[in-house]
């Protein structure tokens, strides 16, 4: 089973680099940036005011780190990077639909200061892309009949086993069938 495929590398490479930066470089933020970031993201989201500015800017850091490495990482299934990528990039697009100011009046289109986050679009737009294809490969991909064969042969018996059940004689074998055809 092949964890990626060719034309997720891009998407991957992209986001995940993306991410992985903020992710680093706001682990270096001071107090100012913590409370600055923790203020827009509790008002939104009312949940993350239990949180101390600092504790939510380490907390935040260590999701995109982790996430940016995920992306970039080969053994990480697209499947679930896609989905990690999706639920990020959803919850900062709902930032971006439910904190005032962010969106001209009655309208999707942002305001000069929502540009920031709206562009992230691009990152919902790579998981949907992603999840899309791997859902759409699993029903492309053939179905298999396995075949498993025992059989009784003499101790004496060096000769290779046979690839075919109807080979050997009907008391020298017991033959396992499964898959979606058996």
């Known amino acids: 089973m092949r964890l990626i495929k060719g034309r997720h590398i891009p998407g991957r490479i992209a986001a995940g680099a993306f991410i992985l930066n903020s992710g680093i470089e706001k682990s270096r933020g001071d107090e100012q940036t913590a409370a600055a970031i923790h203020g827009m993201a509790s008002g939104t989201y009312p949940f993350l005011g239990k949180l101390t500015a600092p504790q939510f800017l380490k907390?935040?850091?260590?999701?995109?780190?982790?996430?940016?490495?995920?992306?970039?990482?080969?053994?990480?299934?697209?499947?679930?990077?896609?989905?990690?990528?999706?639920?990020?990039?959803?919850?900062l697009l709902g930032l971006y639909l439910r904190t005032p100011g962010m969106r001209q009046?009655?309208?999707?289109?942002?305001?000069?200061?929502?540009?920031?986050?709206?562009?992230?679009?691009?990152?919902?737009?790579?998981?949907?892309?992603?999840?899309?294809?791997?859902?759409?490969?699993?029903?492309?991909?053939?179905?298999?009949?396995?075949?498993?064969?025992?059989?009784?042969?003499?101790?004496?018996d060096e000769a290779p086993a046979p690839r075919d059940p109807s080979d050997l004689p009907d008391d020298h074998r017991f033959v396992i069938v499964s898959g979606p055809q058996a």
């Open 59 to 91: 907390a935040l850091s260590t999701a995109e780190i982790a996430l940016g490495a995920a992306l970039l990482l080969p053994i990480v299934p697209t499947i679930a990077a896609g989905t990690a990528l999706a639920a990020f990039s959803g919850g």
């Open 105 to 156: 009046e009655g309208s999707l289109k942002p305001t000069q200061q929502g540009t920031a986050i709206a562009k992230d679009v691009w990152m919902l737009g790579i998981a949907g892309g992603f999840i899309v294809d791997e859902i759409v490969s699993l029903r492309e991909q053939p179905k298999t009949l396995t075949t498993i064969m025992l059989y009784d042969a003499p101790e004496d």
